[in-house]
């Protein structure tokens, strides 16, 4: 009897023991390197830091919020049809952040908190004031996106 392994090219895809399998999608091409652990260095420390504190930061804030931050990342979402990237409610605020911090650069991603926030009078407290201010662009209806971050 014979058999012919065509689609096992397309279940090889991951890390099996010490190889790590990649596939091309348009080629079935399947490709296999041996796993390399990334060294830790003070970027990946950095970035994991500011992640975790964005990631509080967000669950922290006011259901009102972000559920605004869900209405603009559809509206974003329907007026960039077509594009690759696909926007929710998590990466707009974190996209708002990084924008922040390059407006204002003595502000600490790893530390900034709600109270900060509100103290500092900084032009996130609300979405439309985000937009107004070129954090984010434009969608229609932004301007009714003014429930507070706390």
């Excluded at 999608?25 to 390399?36: G, H, N």
Aim: aromatic letters at 10%; one cysteine or more; a positive charge.
């Amino acid at each position: 009897m014979r058999v012919q392994l065509d689609t096992i090219t397309r279940a090889l895809v991951g890390k099996i023991g010490k190889l790590v399998f990649y596939r091309y999608r348009k080629s079935d091409v399947l490709i296999a390197r041996a796993y390399k652990r990334r060294k830790i260095d003070h970027t990946n420390i950095t970035l994991k830091n500011q992640s975790q504190n964005l990631s509080r930061l967000y669950h922290s804030t006011s259901d009102a919020y972000r559920i605004d931050l869900m209405d603009y990342a559809t509206n974003r979402n329907l007026e960039t049809v077509g594009e690759k990237c696909i926007y929710n409610a998590y990466n707009v605020f974190t996209i708002m952040m990084y924008k922040l911090k390059k407006l204002h650069p003595e502000i600490d991603l790893k530390t900034i908190d709600i109270t900060y926030i509100i103290d500092n009078a900084l032009p996130i407290r609300t979405i439309s004031e985000a937009v107004e201010n070129e954090l984010l662009p434009k969608v229609t209806r932004y301007q009714s996106l003014d429930s507070w971050i706390v």
